[in-house]
């Protein structure tokens, strides 16, 4: 039986434009109202949001699992899991910085099938299906074709990037994983790496835009990326086998 993919992507575009006007609207007046931890925050925003994209996915989909940034993981016996961070970049959206997005996957056995990113203050709306390709605005996007690490842009912490001994260009994190991971994929970075810590929020929904880009996603060891990976290399593929060798090297 195939795949209704296009179905699946209407909702994840429909949810993401209105959850970005919801989070628009409530702009102006974020306040910081949770910590989640060291360096962690929620706002009313990122609850609104959340519940908004879980209500229209229930509402269409009861039966597929659903993991999301602000709430407990609820598992079902569905093979579909869909991945949601309702506000990434969230400190950036309380001091009313543009560096923000929604992002929104859907995996089916463990694979990803769909993502989409939506940084509404950017106009940058990524979207992309397993097999047929990763746009920006409706237009294709590649990864850059740079071999070399001391020509281009490498993403991550500071602390990340300070462990690998980078002598090239490092873009320090703008707070917004998704969209770091989105500009490796339209080839304005050459990579993002993530030495330690699990991301299925950030990288979750841009798995699939990432490789129907031509890039490559693994673990710092270069084992496939998994939702409970601990770390992530993100690259254009050309620059990935230094990458690893240089995460090699830290531990």
Known sequence: MQENTSEYLD???????????????????????V?????DFALDADIASEKLIVSGIRKKYPAHDI?????????????????IDPLEGTLNYAHKLPLWAV????????????GVVYAPLLNELYTAVSGKGAFLNGKPIRVNT??????????GSVKHLASLNLSGHVLRSIGCCALELCW?????????????????????????????????????????????SNGAVASNGKLHKKLIALCGNTS
Not at 11 to 29: G, V, W
């Open 35 to 39: 910590e989640k931890g060291q360096g």
């Open 67 to 83: 993991l999301t940034e602000e709430s407990k993981h609820q598992h079902t016996d569905s093979e579909y899991l869909w991945i």
């Open 146 to 155: 740079d071999r070399d690490l001391l020509h281009t842009f490498v993403a």
């Open 184 to 228: 490796v994929a339209r080839g304005m970075l050459g990579a993002r790496v993530k030495l330690h810590g699990s991301d299925p929020y950030g990288y979750g929904p841009t798995a699939c835009i990432i490789s129907e880009a031509g890039g490559k996603l693994t673990d710092p060891h270069g084992k496939p990326w998994k939702l409970r």
């Open 11 to 33: 909702l994840a575009l429909t949810l993401t434009q209105k959850s970005s006007r919801l989070l628009l609207r409530m702009q102006p007046h974020a306040k910081i109202n």
């Open 103 to 114: 992002n929104i996957g859907l995996w089916k056995g463990g694979k990803p099938l769909l």
